[in-house]
């Protein structure tokens, strides 16, 4: 649970394509997540979440997947545009439940 | 309600100097969070309110900083004799009751001390 970790630091994709954005968490026993994405010279900005009882979650553009027996989560957008350019955060409460941990961080780019 | 809300949203200030930001969390939410967050860096956990009690300060929170939610309503994060390692952007989040819920981060305070 104190250790939310991402794939990544950066990813680029085309214009149009779908972008999956990954993560990786230590604590099995985690219950909930989150993803935010934060724009430049902005604060996060919540996006969706998941809890443990769910394996996948959908948003408008956005799915999140959990698979617990991996301890892996993704966020896949659809259909990528300019506007989703952004770094990406998956964050869960920590251990004691008091307050919400963040990893650091993926930057999606955008090719046009 | 427009979310959270933060100011200023820039200050520049010389080393040494002491700041003040203020957070206006959603109105009806008990849980107010502070965080910093350096460049390239997730956000990391300063401290957190529920209602007016302080329930928790990180070690990154030192003597220098302190934090107050006099009547559970708005937030100030107080940062005195500032040390040019303070620069970076603080934000402040509030939810409803715990962290397994939304939590909505204002726009942040970005701070630079020179």
């Known amino acids: 649970g104190e250790n939310v970790g991402l794939h990544l630091p950066t990813l680029s994709v085309q214009e149009g394509d779908n972008s999956i954005i990954n993560c990786a968490y230590s604590n099995s026993a985690s219950d909930y997540f989150i993803w935010y994405k934060q724009e430049s010279g902005k604060g996060p900005q919540f996006i969706i979440d998941?809890?443990?009882?769910?394996d996948k979650r959908q948003g408008q553009r956005v799915t999140v997947l959990l698979n617990k027996t991996v301890k892996h989560l993704s966020l896949q957008i659809a259909a990528t545009q300019p506007g989703d350019s952004a770094v990406y955060f998956c964050?869960?409460?920590?251990?004691?439940?008091?307050?919400?941990?963040f990893g650091s961080g993926t930057r999606l780019s955008i090719r046009p | 309600d427009t979310g959270v809300s933060q100011d200023p949203r820039h200050k520049i200030t010389k080393r040494g100097q002491n700041v003040t930001f203020r957070c206006d969390p959603i109105s009806e939410h008990n849980r107010l969070y502070w965080y910093r967050q350096t460049l390239g860096q997730g956000p990391e956990f300063l401290t957190y309110?529920?209602?007016?009690?302080?329930?928790?300060k990180s070690r990154l929170l030192s003597d220098r900083f302190s934090a107050e939610r006099p009547k559970g309503s708005f937030s100030t994060l107080e940062i005195q004799r500032t040390e040019q390692g303070d620069s970076a952007m603080y934000l402040c989040a509030s939810s409803q009751d715990s962290p397994n819920t939304e939590a909505f981060f204002g726009q942040g305070t970005r701070l630079t001390v020179v």
């Open positions: 309110f529920q209602n007016e009690a302080q329930l928790e």
């Open positions: 998941i809890r443990s009882n769910m």
């Open positions: 964050a869960e409460p920590d251990s004691s439940a008091s307050k919400i941990i």
